[in-house]
C-alpha cells in the first residue's frame, strides 16, 4: 500500500459584500506539508452559485485572480499567516480562505479533485452530467488543458480585432504559437447556437490573413463541437439537430476551420503539452 502524503488545505472564499458576510466557496488551495514550495490551486469552472449572491459578479476577473494567485504562489514560501495575509491583502477582500485543515492523500491530483467535489463544486444530477451548450464545451476545453499543464502558457479571449479590424467584437476562446504556426481554439454549440458556426466561417478567412500580417505566421483555426452521437450511439438531439449539426460542420470547414469534438480534446491536448514543452 502506497505511503498518503501529508496534507493541508485551504478553501478560497468569494466575498461580495463583508458587510453581510455572505460567501460561496469558490477554490482550493493544497500544499503538501513542509513543502510549501508546491502548493497547488483550483477554482471552479461553474459560476452559477457565485452569480447567485452576485448576479454582477465578474468572473473574467476571477479566473484572472486564480492565475495570480498562483503566481504569488511561487514566490511566497512562508508559514501560514503570512500567507493568508498575502492573498487577501492582495485581492481587496473579495477573497478571502479559511483556516487550514489537514488531510492524507494518496497524490495531490486525486487529493485536488476530491476537495473540489466535496467543498466546490455545486451536486449535479447524473443525468444532466452530459455536454451541452458553448459553455460546457469551452469548460471541458479548459480542463483538458490544464490537466496537461498548458492552460497557463496559453492566450484566452483572443480579440479577433487585433487581426481583423477595430470593432470586431469577436473573441476567441484560447490558443498558443508553436514555430510558425498559431492555434486557436473555440468551443461551438450546435446543438444550441448554430449561429455562432457561421459567425466563425465568416471571421476565419479575414483572422487568417490578420495572424499572417501581425505574426507573420499561418492560422490553424479549431472548432471544439458536441459530438453527434451520445455515449450509447443514439443521436443527441431532435431530428432536425442532425442537419443543423451537418450545416454547421459544413460551413466551418469550407472557410478552413478544423471541427473537432469533445471527445478529441485529450489528444489536442497532448499535443499542446508536446508543442509547448511541457
Known amino acids: 500500500m502506497n505511503e498518503r502524503l501529508e496534507c493541508e488545505f ?18 482550493v488551495l493544497l500544499r503538501e506539508a513542509g513543502r510549501p514550495q508546491e502548493a497547488q490551486v483550483r477554482f471552479t469552472r461553474d459560476w452559477s452559485r457565485v ?66 467535489r466535496l467543498h466546490v463544486e455545486p451536486r449535479k444530477q447524473r443525468a444532466r452530467q452530459t455536454v451541452s451548450g458553448r459553455q460546457a464545451i469551452a469548460r471541458r476545453m479548459r480542463t483538458h488543458f490544464e490537466h496537461a499543464g498548458v492552460w497557463d502558457l496559453m492566450r484566452r479571449r483572443i480579440a479577433a480585432s487585433a ?9 476567441i476562446d484560447c490558443g498558443y504559437r508553436p514555430n510558425g504556426l498559431v492555434r486557436m481554439f473555440h468551443a461551438v454549440s450546435l446543438a444550441s447556437d448554430v449561429e455562432l458556426a457561421k459567425v466563425l466561417a465568416f471571421s476565419a478567412p479575414a483572422l487568417r490573413e490578420g495572424v499572417a500580417r501581425v505574426e ?39 472557410q478552413r476551420i478544423r471541427v473537432l469534438t469533445v471527445n478529441d480534446l485529450q489528444r489536442v491536448a497532448e499535443t499542446a503539452k508536446r508543442e509547448l514543452r511541457v
Open 10 to 27: 485551504f478553501l478560497v472564499r468569494y466575498v461580495p459584500d463583508p458587510v453581510k458576510n455572505e460567501f460561496v466557496n469558490i477554490g
Open 51 to 116: 452569480r447567485c449572491v452576485d448576479p454582477d459578479a465578474d468572473t473574467e476577473m476571477l479566473e484572472a485572480m486564480e492565475m495570480e494567485m498562483r503566481r504569488r504562489l511561487g514566490e511566497q514560501f512562508s508559514d501560514t499567516p503570512p500567507l493568508m495575509k498575502t492573498i487577501e491583502d492582495s485581492f481587496s477582500h473579495l477573497l478571502q480562505m479559511t483556516e487550514p485543515k489537514a488531510c492524507l492523500a494518496e497524490n495531490m491530483a486525486a487529493e485536488m479533485d476530491q476537495l473540489m
Open 163 to 171: 487581426y481583423t479590424r477595430p470593432g470586431d467584437p469577436l473573441k
Open 216 to 254: 507573420n505566421a499561418e492560422l490553424e483555426l479549431t472548432a471544439v463541437v458536441e459530438p453527434i452521437r451520445d455515449e450509447s450511439g443514439e443521436v443527441a438531439g431532435e431530428e432536425d439537430f442532425v442537419e443543423q449539426y451537418h450545416f454547421g460542420v459544413e460551413t466551418m470547414e469550407e
